[in-house]
């Protein structure tokens, strides 16, 4: 019973040991994320039409390996996926995800809310936007949120991009501050309601798509050079 080892964690102890952290490709990872993203930010399911249900995002459905024309502003999307695939149960379960694309300076522009800074100054070349990144409630506190940004920041790099952002989301004093400056973002500006009229769906604050609320949370516009 662990005698072996007095000190330290076993490998057994190890709650990751079975879990991958890897890129996203095919259809049950890209709608996988969709349920993510959909599910946190109300995201719409909008393009490509697979199935009688079958549309996605627009960045997802590079991710499934569809191609649809449109929103050339996105010029690339990445996605990621946390899995855990225990050797003593026959299925692989997906536990959190995130996605990242790189948009022009015009997309940028248009994606960034009207504040009291220079967005034109702020804005570059080739723009990595960290959209979302999402660990299930029972596997937080793993260090699993910082590999998906660790992974998605990887990619941005080898992508070019000159520039990330990404909106910080604050929620009766939760927030993910402190992961955002490990990465050397800096804070833009912060948003007393910065979801407001947009997000109808809000796990938080009881914006749903069945009654006329959107979220009211705080949110920080996040930038950094990469
Ligand atoms: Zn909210």
């Known amino acids: 019973m662990g005698a072996d080892h007095p000190t330290g964690t076993t490998a057994v102890d190890d709650p990751l040991r079975h879990v991958t952290v890897r890129e996203a490709a095919g259809e049950r990872d890209a709608f996988y994320l969709a349920h993510l993203w959909s599910r946190w930010f109300g995201t719409e399911y909008e393009h490509g039409d697979r199935y009688s249900s079958g549309r996605l995002p627009y960045p997802l459905c590079r991710v499934a390996g569809w191609e649809v024309d449109a ?7 990445y996605g990621v996926v946390v899995e855990h695939d225990p050797s003593d149960r026959d299925c692989v379960v997906q536990i959190g995800g995130g996605l990242v694309t790189i948009d022009t300076p015009a997309k940028t522009m248009e994606s960034l809310p009207d504040g009291g800074f220079d967005a034109e100054a702020l804005v570059g070349d080739r723009n990595a936007w960290l959209w979302f990144g999402v660990v299930d409630e029972s596997w937080r506190g793993l260090g699993l949120g910082r590999r998906l940004f660790e992974r998605r920041l990887r990619w941005a790099r080898d992508q070019d991009a000159d520039m990330a952002f990404a909106f910080g989301w604050e929620h009766d004093g939760r927030t993910s501050r402190p992961l955002f400056e490990a990465f050397g973002f800096v804070p833009v500006e912060r948003f007393q309601r910065l979801y407001e ?20 949370c705080a949110g920080v516009v996040w930038a950094t050079d990469l």
């Open 71 to 77: 929103e050339p502003d996105h010029l690339d999307a």
């Open 197 to 216: 009229g947009d997000r109808d769906v809000c796990p938080e604050c009881g914006a749903l798509p069945s009654n006329d609320a959107t979220c009211t």
